[in-house]
């Protein structure tokens, strides 16, 4: 009779060492092997991360974080005075409660006012270049940290919504993990009883995968088993619980927001305790060329700013805040100018970014525009500046240089500097 | 550079306004002052312009390796600035420096031409610096780039590369279904395997030549009984552009000394036609009657057939509705009824120009008439994205950045950008209440209509003055009367010429789609500032393209039968360095990696398990089911411009897909795939059966080291007795073998 092993006696290590056997695989890709399958996935709150708020479209910061009252740009919204020694926007009432331990960079200058340029421009700190393909800060982070924390078994930079940009250079398996802010991972079948299955199938796999690579035909075959060993790590592991955002306390869901949105960031905050240094949250939407004023106080800024308010306490509760950047901002501001149409277009000259936590300076508001927001008083600030910000925030050493495949030199965040008065 | 910044709190500005042409007199001062006088300003200043000019530096010094290839950066950096200290000291000195009257740059342009005309001197002092300091740039950036990228007429034959072509199937085998071979021919093969005879092209000019397709008209009369039916005749055409096409690429390689790879053996280049024409690979039947074919001339054979085949049409028209509308859906846009049209134009051969003025101009109800669904989803927005997404898809330009944004190398203007805006003003989307035959029920549709509007479109620019435009497109203006209708005017506009944008950016994406990369990099940025790989090739191409009236299959047919789409993608280590994925202009020296995009992978899967579409009912259906299948790994960027971006190719949630998903399941298990079911029930021998599966997924006989692991595999089954059993057993090993074939990357690359 056909030897068949009864079900469940494959275990984790079992498989692994299957799928790790050809001759080519990498050893730190799977050296987690040692972590073999934990019962509930540990808590781990002093390890740094950062929450990336994407703001997609191009958020009119002038109506944010740096209104500009009696100017003619000045808009219909009033400022009002926060926990921190700067004022925001009326319509962030629940952020200001919490603006003692954010802050507002209020000085950025990035040249870049279209969404495709200024999105990659502001995720990897480097203007596009036809040439080349700059990793995101997400990615950077998941080679510098992620690649560290071998107990980590679900990717380390994870997308919660999309556009986060590529691995560029960094290669594949610290590309984003994209998924919906429902939680449901698609295709983890995670039942037990199909493993054996598995690694018959994988023990397959590995000989012509491995006569793939062997005949010399690049890069791209070997990254593909790399990302097949994070694929099988993860359908294993009991931390992608940390994807379910359902078995939160409802109260705290409820503090999120029920939207799309305060859902990602609550997972977000579920991924960071796990282990995942770096998450992005998309919130899309700020594209307003049209009707600015009434989208941002009906739709956009509610949901912003509970959001928002509702992770830095979660965090702040948790202890975790110390050790968690949160930077919120989008590919561009919009022009201090209202159009006809009363929206904004697109700005790249001067506006604002938001960061805190991490045991950067909360409550204050780091460089300033003319009255107008036009233009920047005194320095300005590129997204080199704030990716070098977040470095020094999760120990990531500013020397640090990558090489592109044709071994070009790429400083970390494009050699930018934390920013005094944050780090200070 | 922080602390030159700290240092110089307005130089940042001042080098944008450099680069963007509206620097001023006081500023062109300071600039140079600071320039002059710190070392590590200059050095700043040099980084700064590197940055708009790292295109031009990449393609200097492409053909280094990438140890040697920091080197030479440090050394061209040391030259560059020795050079560029010995202008700065020359133009301190001599105010008007001659040097730079023999430049092609007037100082003018770089320096706001508003100024005053008083102070002379200093201005001149200022401006000579800063265009000495531009001038030096870019003249050593150019001089580092012409020893790679001329293409000198008279280079010896015995050069790498020739080896080669004796392995390489000759164009003429390839086009040789003619019955009568022309005499030319013969001499043309001859020809090249004399070695001492310089590689001459066919004498082509297209600009005076009378179009390839009346003369093959006159021809017709002597060669056809089908007056009208070009075909025939014009292979004399095809086989010189072939041949135009395996020289050019061939020259390339001498210049760069590359070896080229051998050629792809017939298992892998009928798997990479099948994906590239028909959007999924060849079933094993289909393969075994390719390799079974003995006659010369089978890959012509095969590339025409699958030319005129429905999937063909289909998979093109795919392509296209992507690029067109994006694959997300949008409320008002009926993707399908785009993608039926363009299925309809290909199937009825219509040329590229026909396409491109029904893109334009159509009129009317976007689920009937289909090409108006593509301006229907980007006029949003003052037809901004409509702006972009014409010049960028159709034309092949990136005037979009031009918007806030200028290169100093680049002429595109914002005015240019706003000019042909102007063109789409009066096009506006209408809710029409429409009849139905219950009459309670009324429904809406939403027209694409032109409105009697005239006059300029006004636009801010980046200083934030208000400016017109006209409708302007390559020096043509139109009237902006508004009886005339624009969107009419400017689809002529872009056909007119015999090298017009829309004919450079079909081919060089078509020519991507077959090769993986274009002849320039991106594909959608063709201009002086980014010179494509094979200049004279590209330019060949999209004049014989014109010339053919804009024929899209045989274009395609000129790639598909030219002897660098039939090479191998196993690189030599003499090509290696051929790596267009890290940047490099490509040399086509080997076929390059194409992931199977997630249509292609979708086709291929319901292919092997047999439930591919034949009657329209099926297609409709399969193409239904397709669109929200792709969906998953598609996401809108939620921004004005349509933006969209998908997470599919290499990424693990691709893995976890091809692992677990649900279509891999019904593809592997008998109980849905026909494939599987009717593979059990065959009576040939375990090993066959398995050999069925490799022809069917991979294209290729199994390898020893696998044959080795399934006769393992299917040991367990000996000495079992029961049929029933031992077949259900065995469906089961079936099964996990193909699961390991779909998996594999081989599998999820076309190659």
Not at chain 2, 454 to 467: A, D, F, I, W
Request: charge should be neutral; aromatic fraction near 8%; glycine fraction near 6%.
């Amino acid at each position: 009779m056909m030897k068949k092993n009864p079900p469940g006696t494959m275990n984790r290590r079992h498989m692994m060492s299957h799928l790790a056997a050809g001759a080519a695989m990498t050893v730190p890709a799977y050296s987690f092997l040692n972590h073999v399958s934990a019962n509930a996935a540990e808590i781990r709150r002093n390890e740094k991360a950062c929450i990336l708020i994407w703001l997609s479209g191009g958020p009119p910061t002038i109506d944010m974080w740096d209104l500009k009252p009696g100017s003619k740009n000045g808009g219909e919204f009033k400022p009002i005075s926060t926990k921190g020694d700067l004022q925001i926007s009326e319509h962030l009432p629940k952020i200001a409660q919490q603006m003692d331990s954010l802050s507002v960079i209020r000085s950025m200058s990035t040249r870049e006012a279209d969404h495709t340029r200024g999105r990659y421009y502001m995720h990897t700190a480097y203007v596009p270049n036809p040439t080349v393909i700059h990793p995101s800060f997400g990615s950077v982070v998941s080679y510098e940290l992620g690649s560290k924390r071998k107990y980590l078994e679900i990717p380390s930079f994870v997308s919660v919504g999309g556009g986060a940009g590529s691995a560029g250079f960094l290669g594949m398996t610290h590309a984003p993990f994209v998924v919906d802010s429902n939680g449901n991972i698609r295709n983890v079948d995670r039942n037990s009883s199909r493993r054996d299955r598995l690694q018959q199938r994988l023990a397959m796999w590995n000989v012509i995968e491995d006569g793939f690579i062997k005949s010399g035909r690049g890069d791209l075959p070997k990254a593909h088993k790399d990302v097949y060993g994070k694929a099988v790590n993860l359908m294993t592991s009991s931390q992608m619980e940390a994807f379910q955002v359902s078995s939160e306390d409802p109260k705290t869901q409820e503090a999120y927001g029920n939207n799309n949105f305060g859902r990602g960031l609550l997972m977000a905050r579920r991924l960071v305790e796990t282990g995942v240094p770096f998450v992005e949250v998309n919130l899309g939407g700020w594209d307003l060329h049209n009707d600015v004023f009434n989208t941002l106080r009906d739709q956009k800024l509610p949901q912003l700013d509970q959001g928002i308010a509702a992770l830095t306490q979660d965090l702040k509760d948790r202890g975790m805040l110390e050790n968690t950047v949160i930077v919120c901002m989008g590919e561009f501001g919009r022009t201090p100018r209202i159009n006809q149409n009363t929206g904004r277009d697109h700005w790249a000259a001067s506006w604002s970014a938001m960061i805190g936590g991490g045991g950067l300076n909360g409550g204050i508001a780091v460089g300033e525009t003319d009255k107008d927001g036009t233009a920047i008083l005194g320095k300005s600030y590129l997204p080199g500046d704030i990716w070098a910000t977040v470095c020094k925030a999760l120990k990531i050493p500013l020397n640090i240089v990558h090489t592109s495949k044709r071994g070009r030199p790429m400083k970390i965040a494009n050699g930018g500097t934390p920013i005094e008065e944050l780090v200070g | 550079m922080k602390e030159i910044l700290q240092k110089y709190p307005r130089f940042s500005r001042l080098l944008d306004q450099l680069c963007e042409q509206s620097l001023d007199q006081k500023g062109a001062d300071e600039i140079s002052r600071i320039v002059k006088n710190d070392p590590a300003a200059r050095d700043y200043y040099i980084r700064y312009l590197d940055i708009h000019s790292t295109l031009h530096w990449d393609l200097a010094i492409s053909d280094a390796n990438p140890t040697e290839n920091k080197q030479e950066q440090l050394q061209n950096n040391t030259r560059l600035k020795q050079l560029v200290e010995s202008f700065v000291a020359e133009a301190a000195l001599e105010p008007i420096n001659s040097s730079l009257t023999t430049g092609e740059l007037d100082t003018s342009e770089f320096v706001s031409s508003s100024r005053p005309s008083s102070s002379y001197s200093s201005r001149k002092t200022a401006g000579t610096l800063v265009a000495a300091l531009l001038l030096t740039f870019m003249v050593s950036g150019f001089w580092a780039l012409s020893p790679a990228k001329q293409h000198d007429p008279v280079v010896k034959q015995n050069q790498p590369g020739e080896v080669v072509t004796s392995d390489i199937a000759t164009s003429d085998e390839l086009v040789s279904n003619d019955s009568s071979p022309s005499p030319g021919d013969k001499q043309n093969s001859e020809r090249m395997a004399e070695p001492d005879l310089p590689p001459k092209l066919p004498d082509i000019k297209w600009e005076q030549q009378s179009n390839p397709i009346s003369t093959a008209q006159a021809d017709s009369k002597k060669e056809t009984s089908e007056p009208g039916s070009p075909s025939a005749p014009q292979l004399i055409d095809d086989r010189q552009i072939v041949e135009v096409i395996n020289q050019r690429i061939k020259q390339g390689w001498i210049d760069q000394s590359i070896t080229p790879s051998p050629v792809a053996d017939d298992h892998e280049w009928c798997r990479r036609v099948y994906l590239d024409l028909a959007g999924r690979i060849p079933t094993a039947t289909e393969l075994s009657h390719f390799l079974n074919d003995e006659r010369t001339g089978r890959e012509r054979r095969l590339v025409d057939r699958l030319l005129e085949s429905p999937e063909f049409a289909m998979s093109w028209a795919t392509r296209w509705t992507n690029l067109l509308v994006g694959r997300s859906p949008n409320k008002h846009v009926d993707r399908l009824a785009l993608l039926k049209y363009l299925r309809h134009s290909i199937t009825e051969n219509a040329p590229w120009s026909l396409v491109v003025s029904d893109l334009i101009s159509a009129q009317g109800d976007p689920k009937k008439n289909g090409p108006a669904n593509f301006l229907v989803a980007h006029l949003n927005n003052q037809a901004v994205p409509a702006t972009a997404f014409v010049a960028r898809t159709l034309l092949g330009t990136q005037i979009q950045c031009a918007q806030c944004h200028r290169h100093p190398f680049y002429e595109t203007t914002q005015r240019q950008f706003w000019e042909l805006n102007s063109f789409f003003k009066q096009a506006k989307v209408v809710a029409a209440p429409q009849m139905t035959t219950d009459a309670n029920q009324q429904q809406t549709a939403y027209l694409l209509t032109d409105q009697p509007v005239g006059g300029p479109t006004y636009y801010e620019t980046r200083s934030g003055l208000m400016q017109v435009a006209y409708p302007r497109f390559n020096g043509h203006k139109v009237s902006d009367d508004k009886t005339v209708i624009r969107r009419q005017e400017l689809a002529k506009l872009l056909v007119e010429g015999d090298d017009p944008l829309i004919a450079q950016s079909f081919v060089n994406r078509t020519w991507s789609h077959f090769f993986g990369y274009g002849f320039t990099l991106p594909i959608d940025d063709i201009g002086p500032h980014n010179p494509p790989s094979h200049p004279k090739l590209f330019e060949t191409l999209s004049r014989s393209f014109v010339a053919s009236g804009y024929d899209i299959k045989r274009l395609v047919r000129w790639i598909c039968l030219s002897r660098p789409y039939r090479l191998s993608s196993h690189p030599l280590p003499e090509n290696r360095q051929d790596t267009p994925q890290w940047g490099d202009p490509p040399a086509f020296s080997h076929m390059y990696f194409k992931p199977l995009s997630p249509e292609q992978l979708y086709n291929s899967l319901v292919e092997i398990s047999g439930n591919y579409p034949h009657s329209s009912d099926d297609w409709n259906r399969h193409l239904e089911n397709r669109e929200s299948w792709v969906l998953q790994f598609v996401e809108s960027l939620d921004n004005d411009e349509n933006g969209e971006s998908n997470h599919f190719q290499g990424t693990i949630t691709q893995a976890l897909m091809m692992m677990n998903g649900e279509l891999i399941n019904r593809t592997i298990s008998p109980d849905s795939s026909r494939f599987t079911a009717s593979l059990i029930g065959h009576t040939g021998s375990d090993l066959k059966k398995f050999e069925t599966v490799c022809l069917a997924i991979l294209s290729r006989e199994p390898k020893p080291g696998e044959i080795v692991l399934f006769r393992k595999m299917i040991h367990q089954l000996k000495g079992l007795n029961n049929p029933v059993e031992r077949r259900r057993l065995l469906a089961g090993q079936l099964e996990d073998v193909m699961w390991a074939y779909l998996n594999s990357s081989e599998f999820i690359i076309n190659h």
